[in-house]
């Protein structure tokens, strides 16, 4: 993938939630899974509970919902992104629905949430002209050109819980169904109408199950300080898919379409992820936590089409190297100077994270590009006349994806999320 001699395509806008070209890689670009308050803190919570808020990091923090309430939280995302390799620019924009879930407590200590968000995305369009041979200065040498394109990704829907069976120790899980599909293609033709042009076309869908298994565990230090400690894993496993690959080659002289059509069984995974967390909360006021995230993708298989050498048919197989294992590290806070104040600004919540992650794709042998992150928030209490509970989550983020072989991408994002807290469950007493 190179930038230096593209003519770029790529759409200014797009309905899907983005227009990276790395996402004609792998299962796309891995989708933030978060919601509103932790996208302040830039992904921070697999120490994070809050009584108010949807932590689905760490589903243990179910249990520390509210009782007589009833929590639905929904985000929103804008996107600015400049692209830029070799000298050559140029910006993308788009907008998504990211999520919409749901919280309340079953019982003391037993809390359930429900809800659906994004796994992976893949989006982009851009094409790029060569001449056959390079060196050769004649001004009539044919030349081509290849398109590329795709859209599609993976969703999940889930229900989960979460139960403390004992004070300052919960545990919990998600049960999602993960769902979707890919289209992708590469069509190529040239100058010359006597050559052939070859087109290929991918595809695949997803019908599969994801868990995500959490626990976490408060240790007091003083009367005004504690620690809680998370862990998460999710289990990886093969989605039991079976991606294909169509080849069509095209006389360019009679028309006449010549189509292979290559299928392959159970070829595509999702990796084990392993996630340890600590978060200190002091005086009801500040938490700061750091998380680490590691992700086994290097274990997972992945169709590809390779083309054959020396006589040999082209074929579609599952390779086991395609992939790198992602590390990620984020450091966030919160701060709220009086949760239950009567002064508007002392109620509010002000966040803050940074994040440095390595990436899960191979390209061409090389890993891909790392990814740092910063991001800042606050927590808009909503008041009326008949709720001052409920928030608007507002979050600014800058992501690079760094690399000095490959695109690097700049992106400016804007997060909405707004968590309406009711009271639903609560009995009313007749005098």
């Known amino acids: 993938m190179s930038m230096a001699m593209v003519n770029l395509a790529m759409l200014v806008s797009a309905q899907s939630a983005t227009n990276s070209p790395y996402s004609q890689y792998g299962l796309g670009v891995l989708a933030d899974q978060s919601g509103g308050a932790n996208r302040g803190m830039n992904g921070l919570g697999i120490g994070f509970h809050e009584h108010n808020q949807i932590n689905f990091i760490n589903p243990a923090s179910y249990s520390s919902v509210d009782s007589l309430t009833f929590i639905l939280d929904a985000g929103f995302s804008g996107q600015f992104t400049n692209y830029s390799e070799g000298g050559v620019k140029i910006n993308a924009k788009n907008s998504n629905f990211e999520y919409v879930t749901a919280a309340f407590r079953l019982r003391k200590n037993l809390g359930f949430s429900f809800g659906i968000l994004p796994y992976t995305n893949i989006g982009y369009q851009y094409s790029n002209t060569e001449k056959l041979n390079p060196g050769d200065n004649n001004a009539s040498q044919v030349a081509y050109n290849n398109t590329y394109s795709g859209s599609g990704g993976l969703h999940q829907v889930y229900v989960g819980a979460g139960w403390s069976p004992f004070k300052d120790f919960s545990l919990g899980a998600n049960i999602s169904y993960l769902w979707g599909e890919y289209d992708r293609s590469v069509v190529n033709s040239y100058s010359d109408g006597y050559v052939n042009t070859l087109s290929r076309y991918y595809h695949a869908e997803v019908r599969n199950y994801k868990l995500d298994f959490g626990v976490q565990y408060t240790h007091r230090i003083s009367k005004n300080d504690e620690l809680t400690f998370g862990l998460t894993f999710s289990p990886g496993h093969n989605l039991k898919a079976d991606p294909d690959c169509k080849v069509i080659s095209t006389n360019s002289q009679t028309g006449v379409a010549d189509t292979t059509v290559y299928s392959l069984k159970d070829g595509l995974e999702i990796p084990s992820t ?29 169709p590809k089409y390779v083309t054959g050498k020396d006589g040999q048919p082209d074929r579609y197989e599952i390779i086991n190297d395609a992939y790198s294992d992602r590390h990620k590290l984020t450091i966030g806070a919160d701060y709220c100077p009086v949760e239950r104040s009567r002064r508007f600004f002392k109620r509010m919540h002000y966040r803050f994270g940074a994040s440095y992650a390595t990436n899960y794709l191979k390209i061409n042998g090389h890993d891909g590009p790392k990814e740092y992150s910063v991001s800042a928030g606050v927590a808009v209490p909503i008041v009326n006349a008949y709720n001052n509970r409920s928030m608007l989550n507002l979050s600014v983020q800058w992501v690079r994806q760094d690399s000095k072989k490959f695109i690097t991408e700049n992106s400016f994002r804007i997060n909405i999320g707004l968590t309406f807290n009711e009271k639903w469950f609560a009995k009313w007493k007749m005098e």
């Open 274 to 302: 392993y996630g340890v967390g600590v978060m200190w909360h002091h005086d009801k006021s500040l938490k700061v936590g750091l998380d680490y995230q590691l992700q086994t993708w290097s274990k997972a298989v992945y």
